[in-house]
Each structure stands twice: as structure tokens, then as C-alpha cells.
């Protein structure tokens, strides 16, 4: 069982470059989310989705965007990178019972650094 | 707003000393309470939880107990090993939202 899966582990961009950071799970969860660490400041949510289809805004959306064509991917997308966006990137699933116990399954993370 | 308050580490503590990191919260309503843990180079994963006051989770030897009146969530282990080694986020959800909200993190750095 894979759980959810991260790509890429590691990246590194320069001002102005565009990338997808891609996230599938295989555990049929319908709610998806992308959440950024950065130090001292715990975790921020970016963009989730409650299903094929739906997505909205978290915390800290700017600069971020994000599709659900499927039950299983969740990509996230940066448009044009900037320094500010240098940070290691989850992504986090649960099922549709989960959103009353707020279990989230995380994948191991995705480290881009913007230079 | 929602919000969660954790003590700052490192947290250093030798083999089989007591541990408690301490977490408030603040939030409107009755949230659910979480702490996770984040071993080096993984994703985070779900310790122990509670759902309404005065419920305890408990876990791997940790325990949190869920104190509406001081708005805590203190996590305790009363002996700790090497591999617990890691970062402990407190998180709640909040009454009627899908996300959660983190708390900075503590790292606990645990020598033999």
C-alpha cells in the first residue's frame, strides 16, 4: 500500500520558473490537501479539495495553483517561483469520515528551493 | 481566529527521563485536538488524539489529555527512549472546518 506519494523529493528552481509538484494516494480518501513548513512557523495550508472537481484557498494560497481531475492526484502547480516559496511542501489525504476526526495521511515531502 | 501555541525546543532529555511539551490552543467552539510527530526525513504522522473535553489519547507510551478549562493539550511520556527522537506538532480542528492547524513544532532531541 503506498499511501500517498510525493514527486519530486527534491527540487531546485531559479526566479521566474515554473513546476508542478505532483501528489497521488491510492487509499480512495476524498479530501486532499498541500500544506508548506517552513521553520519556526509549523505548517500552513495552501490549497485542499474535497473531491473530483473542488478545490479552494487555505491559508496561504498566493502564488499557488491547484486542480482535482481525479479522485487520486492533486498536483500543485507554481506559476512563476519566487525565493519566498522556498520551503518543503506536503501533501495530506483522509477520508471523508476523517474531516470530523481530522486524521491526515502525509506523504514525505517535497523540498524546492528557489534561487 | 484559530490558533496553537507550542513550547519552543530543541527539548534535550537523556533515556528514560520524563517528558511533557507543553500546547494551548485557541479556538471557538469544541475543536478536536492532535499531535502528530515528523521522524527525520518522513512525512508527519498522527500520535494521539482527542475529540471533546476531558478525553485522553494515548499512544506509543504518550498521553494528551484534552483540558477545555485551560484550553491544553500538554504532551506527557514518562519515559523516554532514542527513537522517539523527533518533531511534535500540536494541530486542532476546529468546529466545522475541513483543515487543520499546526503549531510550530517542538523538536525533541532524546541522548543515550
Known amino acids: 500500500n503506498a499511501g500517498v506519494t510525493q514527486t519530486p523529493k527534491f527540487q531546485v528552481l531559479k526566479t521566474g520558473q515554473s513546476m508542478t509538484l505532483q501528489c497521488a494516494q491510492d487509499?480512495?480518501?476524498?479530501?486532499m490537501s498541500w500544506y508548506r513548513q517552513d521553520p519556526g512557523m509549523g505548517l500552513r495550508l495552501i490549497h485542499y479539495?474535497?473531491?473530483?472537481?473542488?478545490?479552494d484557498q487555505g491559508e496561504v494560497p498566493n502564488g499557488y495553483n491547484v486542480s482535482r481531475s481525479t479522485t487520486e492526484d492533486f498536483p500543485l502547480r507554481l506559476l512563476s517561483a519566487a525565493p519566498s516559496q522556498t520551503s518543503v511542501y506536503f501533501c495530506?489525504?483522509?477520508?471523508?469520515?476523517?474531516?470530523?476526526?481530522?486524521?491526515?495521511?502525509f506523504g514525505e515531502g517535497s523540498r524546492l528551493t528557489v534561487l | 481566529g484559530d490558533s496553537v501555541t507550542q513550547m519552543e525546543g530543541p527539548v534535550t532529555l537523556s533515556e528514560e527521563a520524563f517528558l511533557t511539551i507543553n500546547c494551548t490552543y485557541t479556538a471557538t467552539g469544541y475543536p478536536s485536538l492532535f499531535w502528530y510527530v515528523q521522524y527525520p526525513g518522513e512525512g508527519l504522522q498522527l500520535l494521539l488524539k482527542?475529540?471533546?473535553?476531558?478525553d485522553k489519547g494515548s499512544n506509543k507510551g504518550f498521553e494528551a489529555t484534552y483540558r477545555k478549562e485551560t484550553t491544553s493539550f500538554h504532551l506527557e511520556k514518562g519515559s523516554v527512549q532514542v527513537s522517539d527522537s523527533a518533531v511534535y506538532f500540536c494541530a486542532l480542528r476546529g468546529t466545522g472546518r475541513r483543515a487543520l492547524t499546526f503549531g510550530s513544532g517542538t523538536r525533541l532531541q532524546v541522548q543515550p
Open positions: 495530506a489525504s483522509s477520508y471523508r469520515s476523517g474531516q470530523n476526526t481530522g486524521e491526515l495521511f
Open positions: 479539495s474535497v473531491g473530483a472537481g473542488i478545490t
Open positions: 482527542a475529540t471533546k473535553a476531558d
Open positions: 487509499m480512495n480518501h476524498e479530501y
